[in-house]
């Protein structure tokens, strides 16, 4: 499984942006998905994930509702919608494929990550 994650960019606080995951080769569609964020001098962080059919989601306790994530399996692509954003949003953020068909929070149980794209938001 290939991920490609896009949508990234500079955005300023209280803007929106969505990113794509989209896989290739063998899809996941059968895996759970996720997004982490890493910030400059900090570790991976759980942002969201997402269940193979999309039935169940999680987030981190944090976002306090501002983040959205969903997927398309027919398109072989996970969402995330991210609004009001913060200036401590700025992040890589990396989608991750789970080993099995649900998800979890921790980064070691995901076997497939994409490359990561750039989210920086200006105050």
């Known amino acids: 499984v290939q991920l490609q994650a896009s949508g990234g960019g500079l955005v300023q606080a209280g803007g929106s942006l969505k990113l794509s995951c989209k896989s290739s080769?063998?899809?996941?569609?059968?895996?759970?998905v996720a997004w982490f964020g890493q910030a400059p001098g900090k570790e991976r962080e759980f942002i969201a994930a997402?269940?193979?059919?999309?039935?169940?989601?999680a987030y981190a306790d944090s976002l306090k509702g501002r983040f959205s994530i969903s997927r398309d399996n027919a398109k072989n692509t996970v969402y995330l919608e991210m609004n009001s954003l913060k200036p401590e949003d700025t992040a890589v953020y990396y989608c991750?494929?789970?080993?099995?068909?649900?998800?979890?929070?921790?980064?070691?149980?995901?076997?497939?990550w994409g490359q990561g794209t750039q989210v920086t938001v200006s105050s």
């Open positions: 991750a494929a789970h080993r099995g068909s649900y998800y979890s929070r921790s980064a070691p149980d995901y076997r497939y």
């Open positions: 080769g063998r899809t996941f569609t059968n895996n759970g």
């Open positions: 997402i269940s193979w059919n999309g039935g169940s989601t």
